[in-house]
């Protein structure tokens, strides 16, 4: 195809780039195995199960430059560590007033330090890809605070990126939330993080091993759809361009399929049935009748052409009274809109015409739409004559 129809294969582009940009995976993967890869509940029991085994590793590393924690000063309570952790919404908080509601905290980690009773609660909150809800992370604080406890959330995503507005501060004037904002009480974190955390570990056991192995494939997989994600996001435009015309691919194969069987009239010596009237081939009895786009008339012998998946035609099997409605098929190739001596009839799904999708490498019928003018009526000519010859049995 020329360059005009190259737009037409850009959701097939951005398709392909999707799945190839994602990194292989090992076949005992234990996340590709649960078909987990993406689900948040099952990262967050893995990530606590690390945590648990590797408590001062993970303080060390991935706490490390924290404001206002020093991970070496702290260890883990992991009886007091755990997931899933319910946070009832504040009572008579004006927001959620009347809502007798709660969420569940991802992962809660419970950090006392190891010279004084100061105590950290650390709620960290997961996000592969859903979106945060209101007020969730002051939420999780208060939920903490009120009860005199520090509180320091922690923000994992798979770049480090803020959490919104609407998790972090409240616009409501009311006394239960005293410090409106907590933006910077956050913890932002990424799963680099997590990357670096687990590569600095000497595992102790094969479970560790092998899910510390797992953990890296899926970074790297992630890591690189998040690169997809951000060159769609950074060509937004482009990309709702694109989206636009795939949209309107229903309504443009239509017109591509009139034009074509317009151009069929104009060169077919009669037309029996003009495009697309599927009510008076019916009444022909004609089988497939609702594929049939046109019906063709050549010295008294009568053929179908029709559209399903693909581009086909149905000839009379013999001109009695009695056989006119036993039928003989053929696809249509890309053969058959050349100048041929001989053709074959053709049942081979293969050489077909697919007429499915506009981007499809084998429909041929949008690479004829967008030839010059000349090409596209010399192409109909060799594809009537074929058609001819098609029904008068000469091949």
């Not at 090992?26 to 996340?31: A, C, T, Y």
Request: hydrophobic share 30%.
């Amino acid at each position: 195809m020329g360059k005009d129809t190259d737009i037409l294969k850009l959701p097939e582009m951005f398709d392909y780039f999707s799945k190839n940009a994602l990194s292989p995976i090992s076949d005992d993967n234990i996340f590709y195995i649960l078909n987990k890869e993406w689900d948040e509940r099952t990262h967050c029991r893995i990530l606590l199960f690390l945590i648990k085994h590797y408590p001062a590793e993970f303080a060390e590393n991935f706490l490390s430059n924290c404001d206002g924690f020093n991970g070496t000063d702290f260890e883990l309570s992991t009886d007091e560590s755990y997931c899933e952790v319910p946070c009832v919404f504040i009572k008579g908080c004006k927001y959620f007033d009347g809502k007798n509601k709660h969420g569940f905290i991802d992962i809660l980690l419970v950090w006392k330090n190891k010279s004084t009773d100061e105590t950290i609660y650390m709620p960290i909150e997961v996000k592969l890809y859903a979106g945060d809800q209101p007020l969730q992370l002051i939420r999780y604080y208060y939920h903490f605070s009120h009860n005199g406890y520090m509180v320091r959330p922690v923000y994992l995503t798979l770049d480090s990126k803020d959490p919104s507005k609407n998790s972090i501060s409240c616009e409501y004037d009311c006394d239960k939330c005293p410090k409106k904002n907590i933006e910077n009480e956050v913890i932002r974190k990424s799963f680099r993080d997590i990357e670096n955390w687990l590569k600095k570990i000497d595992a102790k056991d094969e479970t560790s091993t092998a899910l510390i192995k797992h953990y890296n494939e899926i970074f790297e997989r992630w890591y690189k759809m998040n690169k997809y994600n951000e060159y769609i996001n950074t060509g937004r435009d482009k990309f709702n361009i694109a989206k636009n015309i795939y949209n309107s691919f229903p309504s443009m194969r239509e017109e591509i399929l009139k034009t074509f069987f317009d151009k069929i009239s104009e060169c077919a010596d009669d037309v029996k049935i003009a495009y697309d009237d599927r009510s008076k081939a019916k009444n022909e009895g004609w089988t497939d009748a609702n594929n049939i786009k046109s019906i063709l008339e050549f010295d008294d012998k009568y053929l179908a052409v029709c559209v399903g998946d693909n581009l086909y035609c149905r000839r009379n099997k013999s001109d009695s009274e009695d056989d006119k409605n036993i039928e003989e098929w053929s696809y249509i190739t890309k053969e058959w809109f050349k100048p041929q001596d001989v053709l074959k009839i053709s049942k081979a799904k293969k050489v077909a015409i697919n007429c499915k999708t506009l981007t499809d490498d084998n429909n041929y019928i949008v690479e004829w739409y967008y030839k010059d003018e000349d090409e596209k009526k010399q192409a109909i000519k060799n594809l009537v004559k074929n058609l001819r010859r098609y029904a008068k049995h000469e091949f």
